[in-house]
């Protein structure tokens, strides 16, 4: 039971590589993280983007990159009024593979600003993911300005199961992380009310770390133990999907050469 529980392999599906990690974690450190702890594949953006397409040079096979709309950690909360935003992402995509745009904050009304609406434009252009730190009415503004988009919820909106599950139903397009919430399972064993999500929406939900500091990169192993556990709560074919195989199929082809 234990060996094939931690045999478990994991798509972290939410993390930072951003400017202050560099030096403290450095490329190779961030990959030895990784394979000690089972995570085969891992969709990861940066404040500052630089980082992270070294860990994608030195690593194609396990890192996907996202563009982040932040050069810096100060953009988290201007960045849907900076006008700087737009030509940023632009030269980063000229340059630069991705697999979506994200993970950005954006909340209610501001989604509707036009440095964001651009940015979904961008989106579309390339064919991209948003990776959406929202809440529920910035969601629906998103869909409402590209009903296309395939977004992927962070932290599926710190929002209770039953809201989370009304908006997989609604929108065909829209996958959750389960970053930096600990309500779906504890002490290795799930949540009612998230189980019922689980089984309902099994191949919608992906597991993140978000190291969102770079101490949180030493978290990486223990969170994909945690992980583990509470997922082997639920029937072995959902726990791998949302373990791994969800990522995998969602991003896992979206960088194959052209
Ligand atoms: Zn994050």
């Not at 599926?156 to 996958?175: C, D, Q, S």
């Amino acid at each position: 039971m234990v060996s094939c529980v931690s045999a478990q392999p994991i798509f972290d599906a939410h993390m930072h590589y951003s400017h202050d990690a560099w030096d403290v974690v450095p490329v190779q450190d961030v990959l030895a993280i990784l394979k000690k702890a089972g995570v085969r594949r891992a969709l990861i953006s940066s404040s500052g983007d630089d980082g992270q397409q070294r860990l994608y040079r030195a690593a194609p096979e396990v890192i996907i990159p996202e563009l982040r709309p932040y050069r810096s950690r100060s953009d988290v909360g201007t960045w849907f009024r900076g006008e700087s935003v737009i030509p940023y992402l632009q030269e980063r995509l000229s340059k630069f593979r991705y697999a979506g745009i994200g993970e950005f904050h954006l909340y209610g009304a501001d989604a509707d600003l036009p440095v964001p609406r651009r940015m979904v434009e961008l989106a579309r252009k390339f064919n991209l993911f948003l990776h959406a730190h929202s809440d529920i009415d910035a969601v629906e503004r998103l869909f409402r300005q590209w009903p296309q988009a395939r977004i992927l919820w962070a932290h599926a909106g710190f929002e209770r199961p039953e809201r989370v599950a009304e908006m997989l139903k609604k929108h065909k397009n829209l996958w959750a992380d389960l970053a930096f919430r600990t309500d779906h399972g504890s002490g290795g064993k799930v949540d009612a009310g998230w189980r019922a999500a689980f089984l309902q929406f099994p191949d919608r939900f992906m597991v993140g770390t978000d190291t969102y500091t770079p101490e949180r990169w030493h978290y990486v192993g223990e969170h994909a133990s945690w992980s583990r556990q509470w997922l082997s709560d639920l029937p072995r074919d959902v726990a791998e999907r949302i373990a791994w195989k969800n990522g995998e199929q969602v991003f896992g082809s979206l960088l194959r050469p052209e």
